[in-house]
């Protein structure tokens, strides 16, 4: 099939954006359309008013100040799986970023995009709430900050209303806390079976993030003494799962466990692919 | 609302002025309206690769990118490899060379992809063609062949040790 008709408007600055959206309630912006086009190749989606935002050239940006890692709506995901000093700085999202989808895909598909379609099996969302970023929105009132904590409602879902778009995301420095990452996928590039980011706080506790096997993404308090199966199994307890049988918890255990192992590797190692695949 | 846009796409280095609808894909702009139908369609949803252009020299889907989007940019199809040139690509003739393609459905989104990879990296090991070629589907030769080629232009080619 191909996609429905629609209004094709190219915006310049964001203020343009809101105020399409506010006319066009229907309509909906464009970023990567990595996610967007095969919806509406399928008639899934049918907006009426088409907004690209590729040129507003604002979104466009990563900073970092010694202290936030400052990244624009448009980033795409092989420029921050390419960026030198979020390689050093945050190298779990040059990880994270690594595994999204295909090289064509990350070519285009940008970061605001991944937040809001919030695919409940994406890198982009859990990264965020791991590390404790927020993310700018921006409706008429003007530009609000969202901690990503509180950004994502469930499957697909986020605060988003219909008039406002994500401008970017702050993540701040991780201090000196460790964070890992692994991923098990049926094939490479695809979605994740089940993804995991663990912060070990080096005190015997943590924090887990898991993606992929429930509704939305939520950072869990855990305790990580060496035998940790409990620990796990508590933290799946408190989030709304796809799935409850018996070899889906266990792979989430199995990816936390990677995740946390993956934290303790420092240089060469923490890239190196075999250290974060699961069984893919 | 289903009014044509002019536009003007570069491809292979050459300016195209075409009408088109803005729900139009460049997929089926580059094969219809500008008639190279190198470009092949598989899914339309991302996940095969046959449509695979290089869009300023990085690959991209061309099913997943409105053609009204792709104006200001440069466009390469599988015919730009062998614009102006007698010969295939030493990549091309790599391909012949190994067998690396059966239906060649999906061989322009191989070589364009490829061609791009070892643009960046000049000479991928076995590991980082495989990865790069993820996102590129073929169903008749089971790849081995088609990494076979690769390696060879990449100068690290099995054959040579064997
Ligand atoms: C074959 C394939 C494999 C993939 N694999 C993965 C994977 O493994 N992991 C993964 O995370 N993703 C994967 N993706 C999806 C990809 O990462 C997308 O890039 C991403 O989900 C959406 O980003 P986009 O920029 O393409 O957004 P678009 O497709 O342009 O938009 C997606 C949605 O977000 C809205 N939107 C876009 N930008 C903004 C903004 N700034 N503010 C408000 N709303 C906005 C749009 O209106 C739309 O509803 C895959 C895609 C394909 C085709
Ligand atoms: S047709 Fe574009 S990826 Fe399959
Ligand atoms: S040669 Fe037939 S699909 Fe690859």
Same mark, same amino acid.
């Given at each position: 099939?191909?996609?429905?008709?629609?209004?094709?408007?190219?915006?310049?600055?964001?203020?343009?954006?809101?105020?399409?959206?506010?006319?066009?309630?229907?309509?909906?912006?464009?970023?990567?359309?990595?996610?967007?086009?095969?919806?509406?190749?399928?008639?899934?989606?049918?907006?009426?008013?088409?907004?690209?935002?590729?040129?507003?050239?604002?979104?466009?940006?990563?900073?970092?100040?010694?202290?936030?890692?400052?990244?624009?709506?448009?980033?795409?995901?092989?420029?921050?799986?390419?960026?030198?000093?979020?390689?050093?700085?945050?190298?779990?999202?040059?990880?994270?970023?690594?595994?999204?989808?295909?090289?064509?895909?990350?070519?285009?598909?940008?970061? #605001?995009? &991944?937040?809001?379609?919030?695919?409940? %099996?994406?890198?982009? @969302?859990? /990264?965020?709430?791991?590390?404790?970023? !927020?993310?700018?929105?921006?409706?008429?009132?003007?530009?609000?900050?969202?901690?990503?904590?509180?950004?994502?409602?469930?499957?697909?879902?986020?605060?988003?209303?219909?008039?406002?778009?994500?401008?970017?995301?702050?993540?701040?420095?991780?201090?000196?806390?460790?964070?890992?990452?692994?991923?098990?996928?049926?094939?490479?590039?695809?979605?994740?079976?089940?993804?995991?980011?663990?912060?070990?706080?080096?005190?015997?506790?943590?924090?887990?993030?898991?993606? #992929?096997? &429930?509704?939305?993404?939520?950072?869990? %308090?855990?305790?990580? @003494?060496? /035998?940790?199966?409990?620990?796990?199994? !508590?933290?799946?307890?408190?989030?709304?799962?796809?799935?409850?049988?018996?070899?889906?918890?266990?792979?989430?255990?199995?990816?936390?466990?990677?995740?946390?192992?993956?934290?303790?590797?420092?240089?060469?190692?923490?890239?190196?692919?075999?250290?974060?695949?699961?069984?893919? | 609302?289903?009014?044509?846009?002019?536009?003007?796409?570069?491809?292979?280095?050459?300016?195209?002025?075409?009408?088109?609808?803005?729900?139009?894909?460049?997929?089926?702009?580059?094969?219809?309206?500008?008639?190279?139908?190198?470009?092949?369609?598989?899914?339309?949803?991302?996940?095969?690769?046959?449509?695979?252009?290089?869009?300023?020299?990085?690959?991209?889907?061309?099913?997943?990118?409105?053609?009204?989007?792709?104006?200001?940019?440069?466009?390469?199809?599988?015919?730009?490899?062998?614009?102006?040139?007698?010969?295939?690509?030493?990549?091309?003739?790599?391909?012949?060379?190994?067998?690396?393609?059966?239906?060649?459905?999906?061989?322009?989104?191989?070589?364009?992809?490829?061609?791009?990879?070892?643009?960046?990296?000049?000479?991928?090991?076995?590991?980082?063609?495989?990865?790069?070629?993820?996102?590129?589907?073929?169903?008749?030769?089971?790849?081995?062949?088609?990494?076979?080629?690769?390696?060879?232009?990449?100068?690290?080619?099995?054959?040579?040790?064997?």
């Amino acid at each position: 099939m191909k996609p429905a008709t629609f209004e094709y408007r190219k915006a310049t600055t964001v203020a343009d954006v809101v105020q399409w959206l506010k006319d066009a309630p229907d309509g909906k912006v464009i970023a990567g359309g990595q996610s967007l086009v095969p919806l509406m190749n399928f008639r899934l989606a049918r907006p009426s008013v088409l907004i690209d935002i590729n040129g507003i050239r604002a979104l466009h940006h990563v900073e970092y100040d010694g202290s936030t890692l400052d990244l624009g709506a448009l980033i795409h995901h092989q420029e921050i799986a390419d960026h030198p000093e979020i390689q050093k700085k945050f190298p779990v999202l040059t990880v994270a970023a690594r595994h999204i989808g295909h090289w064509a895909i990350r070519n285009r598909g940008t970061l #605001g995009g &991944s937040l809001a379609h919030a695919d409940p %099996a994406s890198e982009w @969302p859990a /990264a965020m709430v791991a590390l404790q970023a !927020e993310i700018d929105v921006q409706g008429s009132p003007g530009v609000h900050r969202v901690p990503a904590s509180e950004f994502f409602l469930g499957y697909y879902t986020t605060v988003l209303e219909p008039d406002e778009m994500i401008v970017g995301a702050r993540v701040p420095a991780t201090g000196a806390s460790r964070i890992g990452f692994a991923e098990v996928a049926r094939r490479t590039g695809d979605f994740a079976l089940a993804g995991a980011f663990v912060e070990d706080c080096l005190d015997g506790t943590g924090f887990v993030t898991w993606f #992929g096997v &429930s509704d939305k993404p939520q950072r869990i %308090a855990v305790a990580l @003494p060496p /035998a940790r199966e409990t620990s796990w199994r !508590e933290a799946l307890e408190q989030l709304t799962l796809n799935d409850v049988a018996e070899d889906k918890i266990a792979l989430a255990i199995e990816i936390a466990e990677r995740a946390l192992k993956h934290s303790a590797l420092v240089g060469a190692a923490y890239f190196g692919a075999h250290a974060i695949r699961g069984r893919d | 609302m289903s009014t044509k846009m002019p536009v003007n796409l570069t491809i292979n280095g050459e300016t195209f002025n075409v009408e088109v609808e803005p729900r139009w894909l460049l997929s089926d702009v580059i094969r219809h309206q500008v008639g190279l139908i190198g470009t092949h369609v598989g899914c339309e949803q991302g996940v095969c690769g046959a449509c695979t252009v290089l869009i300023d020299g990085k690959p991209e889907r061309s099913c997943l990118i409105f053609a009204v989007q792709a104006q200001g940019h440069q466009i390469t199809t599988v015919e730009g490899l062998t614009q102006n040139k007698p010969d295939l690509t030493p990549l091309q003739q790599a391909f012949q060379n190994h067998h690396a393609l059966q239906c060649g459905y999906c061989t322009p989104g191989m070589l364009l992809t490829a061609t791009a990879l070892l643009e960046t990296e000049p000479h991928p090991n076995e590991h980082r063609i495989r990865e790069a070629l993820s996102g590129n589907v073929c169903r008749c030769t089971g790849y081995q062949f088609i990494v076979d080629a690769i390696l060879e232009v990449a100068g690290d080619s099995k054959e040579a040790s064997r």
